[in-house]
């Protein structure tokens, strides 16, 4: 298994690592990483990349007037639709 | 299939990344954290009169989890008056479900999962529909594998620039942010996200590599126009 994997071209080992990085295989002793270095360096970037997410996106704060907006609308839910008058 | 707003269990109480890239330093608490999260005692107690209809303890969970929520939808549709309108219809959706909440899971992790599920909806509106999303499973010409091919001299260093990341990210195709967010900042796993958007594992693994491959190369030509500079 190894041995095939090691004779991958880029192109097919690189068809191969959305499953080998979503099966959380441990990717560091893949012979084909092992051994080439332009897949190496795209498996470092997408692991910058991977950890940097984590720190994205800080939390804010959504804007003051937002709850009035939230407690009409339950208001207006909440009141008994008005009988229709027959006629 | 139509999904329900209703959110659903936690799978697991695993927060652990599912994929290989695990983080070099400790994640950000994750929302899934599941059962084993320490309830907050002023959370409970407004839960509690919440459920037995007290405006005002809504109001209270409303401002204990009105940055999260707010901030998951802004991340999500990276637009500030839509994640307005999801906040407050994520909100309405609690109010009216308030009652169903059973506690099997933490209130925060049940009312995240109920927000993704508006936002879904949202996004299924305006055309983001599974086939898009298998669509992108074929891969264009321009994403074969090879294009990474060639400037091994380009790679990112450590260091990311973080702006750099999120305008990327912002850039990203709605069906392919959505999973990067899913995984990589929200900290779902692939058979989490699978469920929630209706769509194979393999797919969900395949969107997320393609997302994380459109960002590198964002990153890359931010680099190269910032050394040029």
Redesign the interface.
Known sequence: MNDKRKTLS??????Q???????????ANDPHIASC??CR??L????????????????????DD??S???S??QS?DQPAKPTRAN | MPHSPMPAQPSSTSVVNGDGLQPKSSPAPRPNSGPAATPDPAETDALARAQAGDHHAFAQLYSLHKRRIYSLCLRMVGNIAEAEDLTQEAFLQLHRKIGTFRGDSAFSTWLHRLAINVVLMQLRKKGLSLISLDEAMEPAPEEGPGRSFGAPDLTLTGAIDRLALERAVADLPAGYRLIFILHDVEGYEHNEIAAMLDCSIGNSKSQLHKARLKLRDALRAHSTQEAQL
């Open positions: 880029c192109a097919e080992f690189q068809q690592l959305p499953e080998l990085i979503g099966s959380g295989a441990n990717m270095e332009l360096a795209l470092a970037d997408l692991e910058t990349i991977a950890e940097a997410a984590r720190q994205l996106f800080p939390a804010v704060e959504p804007p937002l709850w907006q939230i407690e609308a339950i839910e």
